[in-house]
């Protein structure tokens, strides 16, 4: 019987050539924008968003990350194309980091990290569940947490200011370079609290295990 294996999140993002594909309607959005005006760049924009679904279906690729792609790129253009600016198009990147900013902080704040939160979620252990009283596992993500409170503040403090000077062809840069990358390194960090608080529960499960094994034991 062959082992079905879980697809990583890079290939659940289209693998490397997904993280390429993400990047092509944001390029040709400014591209086209400095040559041909705004109202061509946002049609620039989706077809192009368009095109990769195209592409994706004849290379029999995931559809999703283009899927995704595409509804990110429409509200986007929505945006740009009612407010007349260019720059307009960049809002809801902004816009969703500044959110996840507060959303990460106010976890740490009350001592539930979202990481964490969202790690014992998948494991389906209850709503509030012993791993905060780790002070090991909660330090760990803590940590993870707060890298993600970094990430977002940096992508909305740079983005924001690029916005307010107006520099859409700088925004453009920013947004790919503070986009999947920083995104890695935040995962890398969740990688090690998750392994982090892994150990320790099967630490705890066999220090369990042994007193139930010695209480079997007394009682015969």
Known sequence: MTDVQTPTLLER?????????????????????AI?????????????????????????????????????VVVAAAIAYYTGSAE???????????????VFTVSLVLRRPLVGVIWNLMR?????PAWRTDKTVLHAFDVATLTFVAVFAARFLV????????????????????????????????????????RRRAVDDEANERMVSHTVEARS
């Open 13 to 33: 993002m289209g693998g490397v050539s997904g993280l390429v594909y993400a990047s092509v309607p944001t390029l040709a959005y400014v591209i086209v924008n």
């Open 159 to 198: 983005q924001d200011t690029l916005y307010d000077a107006g520099s859409t062809g700088w925004l453009a840069f920013a947004r790919i370079v503070m986009g999947y990358p920083l995104l890695a390194l935040a995962l890398l960090v969740v990688y090690w609290a998750v392994r982090r608080a892994n």
């Open 36 to 72: 041909a005006g705004l109202n061509a760049a946002v049609v620039v924009a989706v077809g192009a968003s368009l095109a990769l679904i195209v592409l994706r279906l004849v290379r029999k690729e995931p559809l999703q990350p283009a899927m995704s792609g595409l509804l990110g």
């Open 88 to 102: 307009g198009y960049f809002l809801p990147g902004i816009w969703f980091s500044l959110v996840m900013t507060v």
């Open 124 to 128: 389906g252990t209850g709503p509030d």
